[in-house]
């Protein structure tokens, strides 16, 4: 049980470490509000859930779906003001993105911790060989799997990738290229804040307790993750999430 607790967290960290290594990639910027991105849909699934009586699927999309929204959002009027700045002007952009909107979290959410949601379907017991392991075990390894295919085919496989790669190798080159900068980079917010979504709602079932601080450490672990795993590198991301 204890070995299979540590994989499922290992691969959150992964799943999350890729946003940030997909953001500084292309634009060289370490996005510190990723972790709070992260308890955003953790929260959005969990009044969608308990206050609007969603059914669990439909709360989880409505979360990712929005957290992607938010994410191109914070993209637009935070960073992309500065992208021509000093790059520690982008850096104490990020961090201050980062304390709004923990702050934000603790005055709308309130900081009593809140108990998350846990549908059925992830409580369920399987046994094996006379060894219980709890279903969520399985999923989360699933998901992460779903999610690392279709980024890797977004990155190698899309006309949308390939600019992604161009804009990662030169910057400037690929604006003379006639690629959409400004949307090439809103769409790997939008991506980086989907995986961050799915990473957040995923911690929120492994771990049924959020609060608006709850991306803190685990945002600082991913963003670690991720320089281990060489930053920018989307495997690498993976490796060093389980390491």
């Known amino acids: 049980d204890w070995s299979s ?16 290594t997909m953001v500084y990639g292309i634009i060289m ?5 990723h972790g709070d991105i992260f308890m955003v849909a953790a929260y959005i699934a969990f009044y969608g859930i308990l206050v609007f009586t969603l059914p669990w699927w439909l709360a989880f999309a409505v979360a990712i779906v929005v ?3 938010f994410g191109a959002l914070i993209e637009r009027s935070a960073y992309r ?3 021509s700045s000093p790059r520690i002007s982008l850096l104490i952009s990020a961090i201050g993105v980062s304390f709004f909107l923990e702050n934000l979290g603790l005055v709308v959410f309130g900081g009593r911790p809140k108990s998350f949601p846990r549908p059925e379907l992830f409580t369920q017991a ?47 080159t690929a604006k003379l290229m006639a690629i959409n900068v400004d949307t090439i980079i809103t769409i790997t917010f939008v991506v980086g804040s989907v995986l961050a ?3 957040g709602i995923m911690w929120g079932l492994k771990f049924p307790q959020i609060n608006p601080l709850m991306g803190i450490f685990p945002g600082l672990k991913c963003f670690i993750a991720a320089v281990l795993g060489g930053i920018g590198n989307v495997t690498g991301a993976v490796i060093g999430g389980f390491i």
């Not at 390894?141 to 006309?159: C, D, G, N, S």
């Open 67 to 69: 957290t992607a929204l």
């Open 197 to 199: 979504a799915v990473g």
């Open 29 to 33: 910027l370490i996005n510190f509000a």
């Open 126 to 172: 399987i046994d094996i060989n006379g060894v219980t392991i709890q279903s969520l075990t399985f999923f989360i390894p699933a998901v992460t799997i779903v999610f690392l295919v279709l980024l890797l085919i977004l990155i190698y496989r899309t006309k949308i990738g390939m600019a992604m790669r161009a804009l990662a190798r030169d910057f400037e």
């Open 5 to 20: 607790d540590v994989c499922s967290s290992d691969l959150i960290y992964a799943l999350i470490a890729l946003g940030y």
């Open 81 to 83: 003001p500065l992208r």
